[in-house]
């Protein structure tokens, strides 16, 4: 079944609305790429101006087209757009572009233009991309409707593409296109989004993940608007196999800044996109050239491999520095077994390094042939994943054979580093063998890849593309939230977090019996839902001793908060059992205006904010999801015996963290965050204990 945006992707015919015949207009650019490369569809010129253009009829207005032509391109004015989306839809055309800037972006004026518009749209079913679009471009049917120089100037393309380009900025869009294709990636689509004012990036994605010209996805997102239909779209491209490699703007407060005054949208939470991604098994890059390179390396996406590198070089100190390199990365450069280590050690001098990185020295030159011993050993090892190969220039040329043969036999990924000049590049390129030029490029290209294949053989992004997987605005609201403190421990206490021994007290006298009651030390700390940090309000007394100890600290903190919080309800005090020391944990979760329900994990206590040692999930996360997050902590050796410590429970931390998850979503769509902090991980076999909780409403 054909996708409803095969009439902009892919269309069959074309017109274009305020046509020109200059090639450098807007209106005459997409005619000329049309005619110069060969578009086979009709193409259909308006504008009363000329009867020909580029060689074709011009019509003077559209009700002069013939009927049922699939796609308007509109090269016109802003406040001419939507009188003439009317007269296209009266024609019978389904599917139009606008160029046209001046809406959303450009202040109110802009935006009621834009609200106009889009109303029509929606009453009238047409498909609509843009405004402040500069068009698209099916490299494999030439079928170009953007205003784009970069098809004239960059390499020209003469294999079909399989890589298709999507981005939410135009000048992006021929930024990365004109540097991959200066590496030869082949293109099928080239899509901006521009202001997406009634089709939204999602939908694209949804096209190129089922699209069989489309192999590998590059792009470049300023905001998403539609978390959970991104979700269901990246899912789709990871169950094709279909590597998302995507560049998100926005990391800085000044980046967020241009992202607004450029597409009228606030960017969203950098961190929860990240964890979107990681979890997404999405190729999150930081510039174009890495966008690019990673598209080209991608083409030898079903070579064997993985995270456990190999590295084989002429120079002892490049090794080195890749060595480096790749561990820095994440990656893993294993000590190799003694018999390989034999075996390479045949045809290597005794001051050539064997062990991993590999160091085959200048010998190499005398005995060729015994790079593909070499690299048949390793190939063939299972003690590595990859192999990185260095070796420049006519030395690269020498051992191109040798590469070629071991990568058929054995399909593992070996990438060669030539910073010389080697005349055999494309030949290797051909084999299967993907050549890199430069050391730093190759590390920041490889190294995410190879964590994607790692991630892929996970297959992580089911969970979060299954049905009833909570998704912003796809919850249930809850009946009511948890008032206080007390109410939300009792809450995420009801779900599975374990919590601890408390008395709800009212005065100083009940205070004191009960900490006489749990048995002291307790610890006092006021019990209000309008005071969410009471530390900072002086609402919280630890370590008191005796009943005195207590009735003294109820009066402290009752003066304290009606001091710092003059407006506060207070139910009272809570009275707990100090708890057994251990390794402090924040559990957070918000829900994010794109993605929805999003779980963040750290060290807690009172430093949480200064540490920033956090890291982040979409919901749902089970307790497996939890231990991984656990993992990436820089403070997990606390948790992990570190220096001889205890050994925590981490299993206890990890099942109260996915029941919180749990809770949270429960909550619904009125909850806008909630915090277990801290929770206290005992020694192992003791359990966690949950010690302060908070939820807040979504209004907040």
């Avoid at 905001?223 to 490699?245: H, M, Q, T, V």
Wanted: aromatic share 6%; net charge negative.
């Amino acid at each position: 079944m054909a996708h409803m945006l095969e009439p902009l992707l892919n269309p069959a015919s074309i017109a274009i609305i305020g046509a020109s015949d200059n090639p450098g207009r807007i209106g005459g650019m997409p005619i000329d790429l049309l005619v110069r490369f060969g578009y086979a569809g009709a193409v259909y010129p308006v504008n009363p101006k000329y009867e020909n253009v580029f060689g074709l009829r011009c019509y003077r207005q559209v009700e002069d087209l013939p009927e049922g032509i699939d796609l308007a391109v509109l090269a016109i004015a802003a406040e001419d757009v939507t009188a003439m989306l009317k007269r296209c839809h009266a024609r019978g055309i389904r599917a139009a572009i606008v160029y046209a800037a001046g809406f959303a972006e450009a202040g109110e004026s802009g935006a009621a233009l834009q609200d106009i518009m889009e109303a029509y749209v929606k009453e009238s079913g047409m498909l609509v991309a843009g405004p402040n679009c500069m068009g698209f471009a099916n490299l494999n049917t030439h079928a170009y409707t953007a205003f784009a120089s970069v098809f004239k100037t960059a390499p020209a393309q003469t294999e079909r593409g399989r890589v298709s380009l999507l981005t939410q900025s135009g000048n992006v869009c021929a930024a990365v296109f004109a540097i991959a294709r200066e590496l030869g990636v082949p293109f099928s689509q080239f899509i901006n989004t521009g202001n997406e004012a009634c089709i939204d990036y999602s939908a694209y994605l949804e096209y190129l993940a089922q699209d069989p010209q489309t192999d590998v996805v590059i792009g470049y997102i300023e905001e998403l608007r539609d978390g959970a239909r991104f979700i269901e779209a990246a899912s789709a491209c990871a169950e094709a196999d279909k590597p998302l490699i995507i560049y998100k703007a926005g990391e800085t407060d000044k980046g967020r800044e241009a992202v607004r005054s450029h597409t009228s949208a606030l960017a969203g939470n950098q961190a929860i996109y990240r964890a979107a991604f990681s979890q997404l098994n999405v190729i999150e890059c930081q510039d174009f050239a890495q966008m690019a390179h990673i598209a080209e390396l991608a083409r030898y996406r079903q070579r064997s491999a993985g995270r456990r590198v190999a590295i084989v070089s002429i120079s002892g100190a490049v090794g080195a520095i890749l060595a480096d390199k790749c561990i820095g990365a994440g990656l893993e450069v294993p000590t190799l077994p003694s018999a390989l280590q034999d075996t390479l050690r045949a045809g290597i001098p005794d001051y050539g390094m064997v062990s991993n990185p590999i160091d085959v020295t200048g010998n190499v030159v005398n005995d060729p042939g015994f790079v593909r011993t070499a690299l048949g050993a390793l190939a063939s090892s299972d003690a590595v994943d990859t192999i990185i190969v260095y070796a420049p220039g006519y030395l690269l040329d020498r051992m191109a054979d040798d590469l070629a043969t071991v990568v058929a036999e054995h399909g593992r990924l070996i990438v060669a580093v030539d910073t010389g000049r080697s005349t055999r590049r494309e030949f290797l390129r051909d084999a299967g063998i993907p050549v890199m030029t430069d050391i730093g490029m190759t590390m920041q290209t490889l190294a995410p890849f190879l964590h994607w294949h790692e991630r892929r053989a996970r297959k992580a992004w089911r969970v979060l593309a299954q049905p009833g997987a909570s998704r912003a605005g796809s919850t249930p609201a809850a009946a009511s939230l948890p008032g206080n403190e007390y109410d939300a421990r009792a809450w995420f206490a009801s779900h599975g977090v374990p919590t601890i021994d408390e008395r709800i007290a009212t005065s100083a006298d009940d205070a004191a019996a009960a900490g006489a009651e749990l048995g002291f030390p307790v610890a006092l700390k006021v019990l209000s839902a309008d005071v969410p940090h009471k530390t900072e309000a002086g609402g919280v007394q630890l370590r008191l001793t005796n009943a005195g100890a207590v009735r003294e600290a109820f009066h402290v903190v009752m003066d304290n908060v009606q001091r710092h919080v003059p407006t506060a309800r207070i139910d009272g005090v809570i009275v707990q059992r100090m708890a057994a020391q251990g390794v402090e944990l924040i559990v957070g979760a918000v829900r994010d205006p794109v993605f929805g329900p999003a779980l963040t994990v750290g060290l807690g206590g009172t430093l949480t904010e200064l540490y920033r040692d956090v890291t982040h999930r979409l919901l749902p996360v089970d307790a497996t999801g939890a231990r991984e997050m656990l993992q990436e902590l820089k403070a997990f050796p606390l948790l992990d015996g570190y220096r001889n410590a205890p050994l925590r429970d981490i299993d206890g931390a990890c099942e109260a963290i996915a029941a919180f998850g749990r809770a949270f979503v429960a909550l619904g769509e009125t909850a806008g965050e909630a915090e277990i902090n801290p929770l206290t991980v005992r020694e192992r076999g003791q359990g966690v204990a949950m010690l302060d909780a908070l939820v807040l409403p979504a209004a907040r």
